[in-house]
């Protein structure tokens, strides 16, 4: 079994910054692609962004500039820098590792809050 778990979600003000973290353990090597996902009620899940074991990166065009995917020592961790917070961010945000047969193993999520 993989499981996933996500850090630092909580409530920031506009403009401000937030570090998502997400470990990955179990049964998986320590090469998969990796990335983060968010969704908010009546909408549709969407990649926020995705990094490769080779450390390449992509994201979505809502987030460019101000969000930055990485990896943190151990290749199934990785790191969301968030900043220059808007309250369109708000939303919960997921880990999810890819593993070689396929399989997308998804964290339960964080919640993230962009309001004064």
């Known amino acids: 079994q993989v499981q996933l778990v996500e850090f630092g979600g909580g409530l920031v003000q506009p403009g401000g910054s937030l570090r998502l973290s997400c470990v990955a353990s179990?049964?998986?090597?320590?090469?998969?692609?990796m990335g983060w996902y968010r969704q908010t009620p009546g909408k549709q899940r969407e990649l926020v962004a995705a990094i490769t074991p080779g450390g390449r990166t992509n994201s979505a065009d809502s987030v460019k500039g101000r969000f930055t995917i990485s990896r943190n020592g151990a290749k199934n961790t990785v790191l969301l820098q968030m900043t220059s917070l808007k309250p369109a961010d708000t939303a919960v945000y997921y880990c999810?590792?890819?593993?070689?047969?396929?399989?997308?193993?998804w964290g339960r999520g964080t919640q993230v809050i962009v309001s004064s």
């Open positions: 179990g049964s998986i090597s320590s090469s998969n692609p």
């Open positions: 999810t590792l890819v593993a070689p047969w396929g399989h997308e193993y």
